[in-house]
């Protein structure tokens, strides 16, 4: 059976408890990735409380950070999603994506409806990756590859 949470506090306490686990085992995110059998993205969201892991994925990972049954059953759960309480992100690494999504949202909105049309992109069908490349000027640079599917606007 399919179960909802209506308070994010039972999956943000998981999540404290999985990152500890993590910490401890010296594990990495692709390695839990790897033992779930998903993307490293979706498993990562799913363990910080932002998606439920099917049940064979949700066991392989309450197992690998020794987290009980307990957890195994909340793994599974449709938590309340949003991992930015109000306001505006303290974090730097989070409020950078702020700060992308304040200076290039209008700019995103306007090139997806210039070749998409009037609709939005899912956040649901979606893929997310990241990657640590090169940079030919020196350094390295991360590329984030945001993949969802396009829902047009259907007129009713």
């Known amino acids: 059976m399919i179960h909802a949470q209506f308070d994010p506090t039972a999956r943000q306490s998981l999540a404290n408890a999985a990152v500890d686990a993590k910490a401890r085992k010296d594990l990495s995110w692709q390695q839990i990735a790897d033992a779930a059998g998903l993307s490293v993205a979706f498993v990562t969201a799913a363990v910080l409380g932002q998606h439920p892991l099917p049940a064979a994925s949700a066991r392989a990972v309450a197992e690998l950070l020794e987290l009980?049954?307990?957890?195994?059953?909340?793994?599974?759960?449709?938590?309340?999603?949003g991992s930015i309480p109000g306001g505006i992100?303290?974090?730097p690494t989070v409020y950078r994506f702020y700060e992308m999504l304040?200076?290039?949202g209008t700019t995103l909105k306007a090139l997806v409806h210039e070749q998409c049309g009037d609709g939005i992109i899912s956040a649901i069908n979606f893929k997310l990756d990241v990657r640590k490349v090169a940079d030919p000027d020196g350094g390295e640079r991360a590329v984030i590859t945001l993949d969802g599917k396009y829902l047009p606007t259907k007129p009713f």
């Not at 009980?68 to 999603?81: C, K, W, Y």
């Open 68 to 81: 009980g049954p307990d957890a195994e059953r909340l793994l599974q759960t449709i938590p309340m999603r």
């Open 89 to 91: 992100p303290t974090d």
């Open 102 to 104: 304040q200076v290039y």
